[in-house]
């Protein structure tokens, strides 16, 4: 059978383009410290990832007073991004991140990234990103984050692609429903923490082990 043809790629940056770095059990302590200096009890994330976690606190601390909320956000972006720049000085681009994105743009389709994490981090780590992508919405970009299908919407969007010939790729089962959730195809791949196995039970289009093996299956 004949591979279908994307025209367009959308990537995930951290574990899917770059190595991840950021210790996120770190990062909510850090939200949950910042919370204490307004709540007498902090719950604990009980598994919520880190910017959902921050919201929780911010809507528990709201119930009392909306301006102390505000504040509590401001102090907790502030402790989530010099966290994730920290990170990013200690990260790196995998070396068939830039290769893999050229095949693909030689190939003609056309390519997009998409991040939870901050511009300043990204540009860290990949500063000529934008020869390599016509789009980029980190967290800080986009009026929506994924898991929020509009996150990777929108980035279609600027791309002048339609869903349905696109393709999501992660190394994340967010990134999976993500896409799923905008009606692409996805990949997951294994560059990240999640292996293989675990990414198979979230039923990606296509599994890899990285962007290199992936990019030389489409072809």
């Not at 899917?16 to 604990?44: S, Y």
């Amino acid at each position: 059978m004949q591979k279908p043809h994307f025209d367009a790629a959308v990537f995930d940056f951290d574990g899917t383009l770059a190595e991840l770095t950021i210790d996120f059990t770190v990062m909510k302590a850090r939200v949950g410290r910042v919370a204490a200096a307004f709540l007498p009890d902090v719950p604990t994330p009980n598994g919520l990832p880190a910017l959902e976690y921050a919201r929780f606190l911010a809507e528990a601390i709201g119930r009392d007073s909306a301006e102390a909320a505000a504040r509590f956000e401001l102090f907790a972006a502030r402790a989530i991004m010099d966290q994730e720049i920290e990170a990013a000085r200690a990260a790196r681009l995998f070396d068939a991140t830039r290769p893999a994105l050229a095949a693909l743009a030689r190939a003609g389709t056309k390519v997009g990234i998409i991040t939870r994490n901050c511009r300043a981090a990204v540009d860290i780590v990949f500063p000529d990103a934008a020869d390599y992508a016509g789009v980029i919405l980190a967290r800080d970009d986009a009026r929506h984050v994924k898991p929020d299908p509009r996150h990777l919407l929108d980035a279609l969007i600027a791309l002048g692609v339609r869903p349905e010939r696109a393709l999501m790729v992660g190394d994340h089962p967010m990134d999976v429903a993500t896409g799923q959730a905008a009606g692409t195809r996805t990949a997951a791949l294994a560059s990240g923490r999640t292996p293989l196995a675990e990414l198979a039970r979230h039923d990606p289009d296509y599994l890899a082990a990285d962007v290199a093996a992936l990019v030389a299956m489409l072809r």
